[in-house]
């Protein structure tokens, strides 16, 4: 049985549409206050999680989610739904991540007992670099974060 919940979301004029409010309580509707859901906006759709800052729950909203789902400062009422993602959340790692995690021992399994968005931003920002020398620094700063795990 799927569960999902749809609902209309009008941003505030002020809004920097970074997150998404919830007009619902996501334990109430998906069992759990942090759950793992897929946001679909029109044809766009993209993997997340519920948070809760200040007793209210949201969805972060990426800028690149945002672009691909045509959001812009003028939209009006934007149809949102929330669908409970129980599918297993995987994280293809970059190659020349995978050879410098398996150079140090123990950071592969660090870098995966991380949580799914952490290894999903890491990978992502690796990938995104346009430089060489950019994706080199990325690759740094994710082994320095696991590095700082394992001690």
């Given at each position: 049985m799927t569960i999902a919940r749809t609902f209309l979301?009008?941003?505030?004029?002020?809004?920097?549409?970074?997150?998404?409010?919830?007009?619902?309580?996501?334990?109430?509707?998906?069992?759990?206050?942090?759950?793992?859901?897929?946001?679909?906006?029109?044809?766009?759709?993209?993997?997340?999680?519920?948070?809760?800052?200040?007793?209210?729950?949201?969805?972060?909203?990426?800028?690149?989610?945002?672009?691909?789902?045509?959001?812009?400062?003028?939209?009006?009422?934007?149809q949102v739904t929330l669908t409970l993602d129980e599918t297993e959340r995987t994280v293809a790692v970059p190659t020349d991540l995978a050879h410098a995690l398996a150079a140090m021992p123990g950071a592969r399994e660090a870098w995966d007992a991380q949580s799914f968005t952490a290894r999903r931003e890491q990978a992502e920002a690796i990938e995104e670099a346009r430089r060489p020398e950019t994706r080199a620094k990325r690759i740094q700063s994710a082994l320095d974060s696991i590095r700082k795990k394992l001690e």
């Open positions: 979301w009008t941003p505030a004029p002020d809004d920097d549409f970074s997150t998404i409010p919830l007009p619902f309580d996501p334990k109430t509707v998906f069992g759990k206050t942090r759950a793992p859901v897929v946001v679909a906006i029109g044809t766009h759709s993209f993997r997340s999680t519920v948070t809760t800052m200040g007793g209210v729950p949201w969805v972060p909203f990426r800028k690149s989610n945002r672009v691909a789902a045509g959001v812009t400062d003028e939209a009006g009422p934007i």
